[in-house]
């Protein structure tokens, strides 16, 4: 089905933090949400109210039923999402578009991708940063060309627990480490071939041309933010978390750019353009169920 902003019409199961920021982009770009499913209606009046949507359900067997929508948003809590997927998958012949982690285990999820391969159903997974204006500067530099690459990232568990969510111990990989994982793979468009633990930090050695280091590194509690740099060409690209990157002259380490995703995004970044390609019915980098099993066989390696 071909969808642009006049006909994707969705219904957002869950009205969380990131519902919300897709919610903007939506209505920035005219795009009215159609039905929305919550648990306390009541609570979230305000929040609906603004946004003016007109279809609301508290159970999700009836809003599915309806028929005022034509795709799926699935924005449940992280630890709700693949006990309610299936359920979803079987009883909506539309579209569906989840947040992460879809799944909680590497066979939960091949679980999941054959139900959804056997009702002929697409599921794709919103990783937004596949759609950073970063990622698509240093993708390109990449092509067909040897590098350098590495990154480190210091995986605060202790931080992550206390701020977030003490239930997500055991399942941070899923729900956090992924993202960083899926970037890097994504971005080099490489796998990740083998795996060593080195003095408490996780070494992950991606498929290489020539001599050319490409490593990933994860280390549990340690201090700082994600860290990246990439040698191609004449030019370095250093990433200062995922949202900031540096050129330098090779040559003289002269800084020659700076783009910073928060600096240049009027919303979340990311979401924006994961939108648009939405609207051009483009979903070639947004991931499907199966192909996030590569990506599962990595982080069950991790013990959180």
Not at 105 to 132: A, D, E
Not at 230 to 235: A, E, H, L, Q, W
């Amino acid at each position: 089905m071909w969808m642009n902003s006049k006909k994707l019409s969705p219904l957002f199961i869950g009205f969380g933090l990131q519902a919300i920021k897709y919610a903007e982009v939506f209505k920035h770009l005219g795009i009215k949400i159609s039905s929305v499913c919550v648990t306390d209606l009541k609570k979230n009046q305000s929040k609906l109210d603004s946004y003016r949507i007109k279809n609301r359900y508290t159970n999700i067997s009836k809003a599915i039923k309806e028929n005022n929508y034509n795709c799926v948003f699935v924005f449940l809590p992280w630890n709700l999402i693949d006990k309610k997927i299936i359920y979803i998958i079987k009883n909506t012949k539309k579209k569906i578009y989840t947040e992460k982690p879809v799944a909680l285990s590497l066979k939960k999820l091949k679980k999941i991708s054959l139900i959804s391969k056997k009702h002929n159903k697409k599921v794709y997974i919103l990783y937004n940063r596949r759609f950073y204006k970063i990622f698509s500067i240093i993708k390109k530099k990449l092509q067909n060309k040897n590098y350098f690459f590495k990154a480190h990232i210091p995986e605060k568990l202790d931080l992550t627990l206390k701020k977030r969510d003490k239930n997500l111990k055991g399942y941070i990989k899923y729900h956090l480490s992924s993202h960083w994982f899926d970037f890097f793979m994504q971005l080099t468009n490489r796998n990740i071939i083998d795996f060593f633990i080195n003095k408490k930090t996780y070494n992950f050695i991606l498929d290489k041309k020539k001599n050319y280091e490409k490593k990933i590194t994860l280390k549990y509690n340690d201090v700082g933010k994600i860290k990246s740099k990439f040698v191609v060409g004449n030019n370095i690209y250093k990433l200062n978390t995922l949202e900031e990157l540096k050129v330098y002259n090779k040559k003289n380490y002269k800084l020659k750019n700076t783009i910073n995703e928060f600096k240049i995004n009027k919303f979340k970044p990311g979401v924006y353009h994961l939108v648009k390609n939405l609207i051009k019915n483009d979903t070639k980098n947004i991931p499907k169920l199966n192909e996030l099993i590569k990506l599962y066989k990595v982080v069950e390696k991790l013990p959180y």
